[in-house]
């Protein structure tokens, strides 16, 4: 094929995709859906009115149009099942996050793409920030040394846990000013937030090239009363099948700028990025302690790519690698059981959470033992880096 035929399902979430394949040349988007009339008048202003792009209501129709690929961009509890719906359709599929929100969940994906041999592939844009690439490099040049632990948090209040009708979302408290009484939880309204952990989990284990194997979890009260269903956070220790331990926090309940923040802790070295400063911070082996850090001017984008086409440009370049693996015949750079990888553990997590933080395995669903992450196959690495400015915080805390 010289274009892949692509369907999106979900508009809320799934405009940005509509927008990026819309970007992608070797991609033509022939159908979206969405039950809501009104994504659906939001979508066609970003399609133009001469676009042969059908908007239908029901997913159905849009497997009538028989798309090579589907995005599946609604809401984490059906994401599995609309899978498997586009898969056993002789679809490929391209999923939102979580992708699975049960182990049973995870199975059931794994042996229908097996069954199916259609390429599934999980849209955890995160890996796609360019600092990571910058983090695996200095990883694998052992510049840090060996990592012993590494660490991420994910920091998104999300108080908007009811639905109306019509797809808005709103507050318990604006729900209650507004006098509005027909509304419905949420797909998030009561999900543990470890359970959207592969933001988080998914580029560790790619930075690592890791699988976790077992997790002890804990749960923090649930004291927000906008979203009083879900733990105000939880905070997983989990370790690798290499031996390093990781620490994953993830807060959607507390009330404070959203951002991410990623730690590697080597026997030579370390490296940070947090958001809100928007820069890699790097002490490396070759750095003395009385220099301290070593600011890298890298963000979530390289410093010549656009940044508009969603989270810092990941979206984009996700929506490529997925249609360019198909037409090239290749492997997915997150495929079925890397997905697994990424979202199993924060599943179980939560049951270590339930029994007070029993330390719990995280099952094997492989059907062959991981060999290492392909995702850096289609990535790549950097060949050079922005040159470092001196941060020496040890200075800063003597002022």
């Not at 991609?27 to 059908?54: H, P, T």
């Not at 920030?129 to 840090?144: I, P, Q």
């Not at 998104?156 to 797809?167: F, I």
Request: aromatic share 8%; net charge negative; glycine share 8%.
């Amino acid at each position: 094929m010289d274009k892949l035929r692509v369907g999106i399902l979900g508009l809320q979430r799934g405009l940005t995709h509509l927008r990026n394949f819309l970007a992608v040349e070797e991609a033509v988007v022939i159908g979206v859906a969405d039950r809501l009339a009104r994504l659906r008048e939001r979508a066609q202003g970003v399609l133009g009115e001469n676009s042969e792009c059908k908007l239908v209501a029901e997913f159905e129709e849009l497997l009538e149009m028989q798309p090579d690929a589907v995005v599946i961009a609604s809401n984490g509890r059906r994401q599995s099942g609309h899978a498997i719906q586009a898969l056993e359709a002789g679809c490929n599929v391209l999923s939102e996050v979580p992708g699975a929100f049960t182990e049973e969940e995870c199975v059931r994906l794994r042996d229908c793409v097996l069954r199916t041999g259609r390429t599934y592939m999980l849209g955890e844009n995160a890996c796609y920030w360019d600092f990571l690439r910058y983090f695996r490099k200095w990883v694998l040049d052992g510049r840090l040394g060996r990592i012993s632990a590494a660490e991420a948090e994910y920091l998104h209040y999300l108080p908007a846990t009811l639905e109306a009708a019509d797809g808005r979302r709103l507050t318990p408290a604006q729900a209650k000013e507004q006098g509005l009484t027909d509304l419905k939880p949420t797909w998030r309204a009561d999900q543990p937030p470890i359970q959207y952990l592969t933001h988080d989990l998914g580029p560790l284990l790619e930075v690592l090239d890791d699988r976790v194997v077992n997790v002890t979890c804990m749960s923090a009260p649930w004291q927000c009363t906008e979203a009083p269903l879900r733990s105000d956070a939880q905070f997983a220790l989990f370790r690798t099948a290499r031996g390093v331990v990781l620490r994953v926090m993830v807060t959607l309940n507390t009330r404070r700028p959203g951002e991410h923040r990623y730690r590697l802790f080597g026997t030579e070295g370390a490296a940070e990025w947090f958001m809100y400063e928007g820069f890699a911070r790097l002490f490396d082996r070759a750095r003395k302690e009385a220099e301290g850090w070593e600011i890298r001017n890298i963000g979530l984008a390289a410093l010549d790519q656009d940044t508009s086409t969603g989270h810092g440009g990941a979206d984009l370049k996700m929506a490529q690698h997925f249609t360019r693996a198909i037409l090239e015949g290749r492997q997915a750079p997150i495929d079925v059981f890397r997905m697994i990888d990424y979202t199993l553990p924060g599943i179980v997590a939560n049951r270590s959470a339930e029994f007070g933080g029993m330390p719990l395995p995280i099952p094997e669903l492989r059907v062959e033992p991981f060999e290492g992450t392909i995702f850096w196959d289609s990535v790549g690495i950097p060949d050079f880096e922005p040159e470092g400015i001196c941060y020496n915080t040890k200075l800063l805390l003597e002022e």
